[in-house]
């Protein structure tokens, strides 16, 4: 059972990750259990994980701050064992090296330059850069057919389901997270469908998160021509018969 001052540390961090949103990453407690928390990590632009998410998991000791949290991946990435508890610093494979001062952001976005670095580990492992960009384009599939995903995360399985409908068949959805300078805008993430007849594509003139299938868009250049010819033939009838 965690403790009054666990319970107080922990709700304040999420309020604090709310506030203010660390790139690249999604935290948040369970609703049953506040020591128990799941995360989101979007692979950054220029690595192996562009394009990915992955979902990972924390499970605080009663005593947080004062001991380090386990930690284990779900989503197979091509850099670590899933659901085996890795050894990191801010992890309880080391509790000797533990700082209480560390928190929720600073421990994922440790462990998210950790995945982007080639260091060894126990539960690290190494693939080729083709087997990780492989697994990073059907890993937001494969999240959508995880359990805690469909549990934690159901605000954004539903947010990939409106920008790509296609979503539940396709095997392949790459996901283009928000610029650091706009994560307090609220800019959401946008998810295509790459290397594929139904690739959608978000307007030229990022007016919206929604995104249009490049069909659609070509289309509407002629319309709108069509539309301006017809409508100017029309006032000019209009004039010339008064």
């Not at 991946?73 to 064992?81: C, L, V, Y």
């Not at 050894?87 to 998210?112: R, Y």
């Not at 919206?208 to 539309?227: A, E, M």
């Amino acid at each position: 059972m965690a403790s009054r001052f666990a319970i107080k540390r922990l709700t304040s961090e999420y309020k604090d990750l709310v506030k203010s949103p660390t790139p690249y990453i999604i935290a948040r407690p369970s609703e049953d259990d506040i020591l128990l928390w799941y995360f989101l990590l979007t692979g950054p632009p220029d690595t192996d994980y562009e394009g990915g998410q992955y979902i990972g998991q924390l499970r605080f000791p009663a005593n947080y701050p004062f001991g380090p949290p386990n930690i284990r991946m779900k989503t197979p990435s091509g850099r670590f064992e899933v659901e085996h508890s890795l050894c990191l610093s801010m992890s309880d494979f080391h509790k000797e090296s533990w700082n209480p001062a560390w928190n929720v952001s600073t421990i994922l976005a440790g462990l998210l330059s950790f995945m982007c670095s080639e260091e060894s580990s126990t539960g690290a492992i190494r693939a080729s850069p083709e087997v990780r960009q492989r697994l990073a384009s059907k890993s937001v599939k494969w999240n959508m057919n995880n359990v805690v995903f469909q549990t934690e995360f159901s605000d954004i399985m539903d947010q990939i389901k409106s920008q790509v409908p296609q979503a539940e068949v396709l095997s392949e959805i790459k996901v283009i997270p928000p610029k650091p300078e706009e994560l307090k805008t609220g800019v959401l993430p946008k998810y295509i469908i790459p290397k594929s007849s139904l690739i959608v594509t978000p307007p030229s003139d990022n007016s919206t998160n929604s995104y249009v299938h490049p069909s659609i868009r070509q289309n509407l250049v002629p319309i709108c021509v069509v539309f301006s010819t017809i409508s100017l033939a029309f006032y000019c009838y209009t004039i010339f018969n008064k």
